[in-house]
């Protein structure tokens, strides 16, 4: 079982910010979303080595990161996503 204790807030570690790829790749998902507006649904093609799925759960965290509602569906290993 973890080991629980409570520490005043000034000793405690700042969180660490995201860098490099990953936050260049939350980044770019983050634009995706932005790019779509009402009525309008974007299109995301894997790359060879990336998986629908991913794709799509990529996307959906980066709506929850810019406060949008984002609906996702894969079609023939196509990701699709539009604004709710």
Known sequence: MAEFTVVK???APRPTRQTG???TRMREYEKYIDSVTAGKVG???PSKGESARGVALRISRAGKRVGKSVNTWVVDGVVY???S
């Open 9 to 11: 807030e000034a000793d």
């Open 81 to 83: 996503f539009s604004q």
């Open 21 to 23: 790829r990953l936050a």
């Open 43 to 45: 299109k995301l093609t």
